[in-house]
């Protein structure tokens, strides 16, 4: 147990101490925070130019419905944000020739952002060109699309005798309160958060088995080829090297964790406190709290005796790459199946997948986020994870002993397993 101690002692501080370890410590928060928020202030920076848009039709209701919509959005849209873009329409009348050249002209000139082309063909089978200098603008090409529909569905109440007014009030979008059922007791809750609160959560653990599995490999590896290994091995078991890697690793994970929530605390608070108004109704079950822990270790224990048997049976960062995948697959495939099992928390895809032991460490959390399992399911997806530990950190340790001192060609599957009988 000394010798395991000492062990994680060195791992912890060398890499805790080391620039890298610094370095991506600091700029990781900055890179995230730059992500979010950069995008959302160029938008308000965008919108807050108005699109210059021409309007050519031959009939005018039409052309001055669409204006209306694009100047003044109605509640028929389809997007709430339809204001957050500003637009000043111009009316040109008819379509020919001469006047579509001419806003091609003033277009590539930068006088006019585009110009939305309506024909007698195209207004009765509701089909509209937009011609623009950016037609990658998806968003602003949404939004005119949401005004079009709802100029369309006014134009034709209006031909039906109904007043724009009342075609408003029939057309306005319904407001739906999501309220969750725990235990026969209401509580409300946003279905975008309720949806999003297990994959931020079902990322973290992700990220970090895959990080910081990597370094215990990269551990490993970098120890074989330089021969330390040998002198290591000259006074502690394999064991507990390969545990003290593991857990002093695992250590400076938590460690980084424990700084990053530690500066969202400090630096996110103002920017919860603006914004409690919309995460007010942002509910977190407390079985989140408790589990995240468990199944965070758990998974990361798993997988870092997985990634330390790889680094024990290759000899460089490039044979690694190629044989990390069967270790990488059943992560992928948490990603994968994780929407469906938001969607269906009970069902039977979600229910094995949270037992089988390389994926319930994320699935099994994904469901408890989502829609606290039964109790008994719970317990049986952490007891068969740690019984799959136990049997995997006992056979990657095998490995590991003999692997460690191999050198030169890559071991095939057969001579895998000859090390595990035999060591």
């Known amino acids: 147990m000394r010798n395991t101690w000492l062990i994680i002692r060195r791992e912890y501080l060398e890499r805790v101490r080391s620039k890298a370890f610094i ?3 600091i700029l990781t928060p ?8 950069l995008p959302s202030k160029l938008m308000m920076m965008k919108s807050g130019k108005a699109q210059s848009i021409a309007v050519v039709s031959p009939d005018p209701a039409i052309a001055t419905a669409i204006q209306q919509q694009l100047v003044q959005p109605s509640s028929t849209g389809s997007d709430d944000d339809m204001g957050a873009q500003k637009f000043t329409v111009t009316l040109d009348g008819a379509p020919s020739e001469q006047l579509r050249t001419s806003l091609n002209d003033q277009v590539s000139a930068g006088k006019l952002d585009g110009y939305l082309w309506l024909t007698q063909d195209g207004i009765g089978k509701r089909t509209v060109t937009y011609a623009t200098r950016n037609s990658s603008d ?29 075609a408003d009030s029939i057309l306005s979008r319904v ?7 725990e235990k026969g007791k209401e509580t409300r809750s946003s279905s975008i958060a309720a949806f999003m609160l297990p994959f931020v ?99 990361y224990l798993l997988y870092a005796a997985l990634y ?44 094995w997948l949270s037992l089988f032991p390389l994926t319930s460490p994320i699935i099994m959390f994904v ?34 002993r003999v692997g460690i001192l191999m050198y030169g060609k890559r071991p095939t599957l057969p001579e895998i397993i000859k090390w595990i009988k035999y060591a």
Not at 339 to 347: C, D, E, K, L, T
Not at 368 to 392: C, E, K, N, R
């Open 308 to 351: 330390a048997a790889v680094g024990a049976m290759v000899n460089s960062d490039e044979e690694a790459q190629q044989v990390q995948w069967p270790v990488l697959l059943p992560l992928i495939a948490c990603t994968v199946f994780a929407s469906a099992v938001i969607r269906q928390p009970n069902g039977q895809l979600a229910f």
């Open 201 to 299: 959560l079902m990322f973290m653990i992700y990220m970090t088995v895959i990080i910081y599995g990597v370094a215990v490999m990269r551990s490993v590896i970098e120890e074989k080829t330089s021969r330390v290994v040998e002198v290591l091995l000259s006074s502690v078991r394999p064991m507990e090297l390969m545990a003290g890697k593991i857990i002093g690793v695992g250590a400076v994970g938590l460690t980084q964790m424990l700084i990053w929530c530690t500066c969202i605390a400090a630096l996110g608070t103002p920017g919860f406190v603006a914004a409690k108004a919309y995460l007010k109704d942002v509910q977190i079950p407390a079985p989140v709290f408790i589990l995240f822990p468990i199944f965070f270790l758990l998974g």
């Open 30 to 37: 900055v890179l995230v925070a730059a992500l979010v928020l």
């Open 367 to 400: 469901r408890v986020a989502s829609q606290m399992p039964p109790l008994w399911q719970v317990l049986l997806s952490i007891a068969l994870l740690v019984g799959t530990i136990y049997a995997v950190v006992f056979i990657c340790a095998r490995i590991y």
């Open 175 to 181: 407001s739906l309160d999501t309220i969750r059922i």
């Open 138 to 166: 998806l968003m602003g090409a949404s939004i005119i699309q949401s005004a079009l529909r709802a100029a369309f569905i006014r134009n034709a109440l209006a031909e039906k005798g109904i007043a724009a007014t009342d």
């Open 23 to 25: 370095i991506f410590t």
